[in-house]
């Protein structure tokens, strides 16, 4: 079992920047790949970002590429979200995801869950 808790998340202005953070604990031996969704008010939860956790591939939806990058602390079992130029289309929970194998855009694909982390962007 893989533990996920995010933070970071809180109300910003359009424009700014804001870095989230996820941090895994139990059996993160076992990890293969972990990403960020969002789920905005009324719609689906949708695919951000994701890497691979013993490597360095990454990849982003086409609404986030450019201003948000993904990254990781492997000393601290910690990823990264750090959000640039941050528009209100923006705004949603965002969740920390992990999967044994297999990395990929669809929610049902990953194993684990955080609980999430509201960002909330003004215009």
Known sequence: QVELVESGGGLVQAGDSLRLSCAASGRTSSVYAMSWFR??????????A???WSGSS???ADSVKGRFTISRDNTKDTMYLQMNSLIPE???????AAVNNNLGHDKTQW???GKGT???VSS
């Open 111 to 113: 194993d684990y869950w």
């Open 39 to 48: 789920q905005a008010p009324g719609k689906e939860r949708d695919f951000v």
């Open 50 to 52: 994701a890497m691979v």
């Open 58 to 60: 990454t990849v982003y």
């Open 90 to 96: 923006d705004t949603a929970v965002y969740y920390c």
């Open 118 to 120: 509201l960002v909330t």
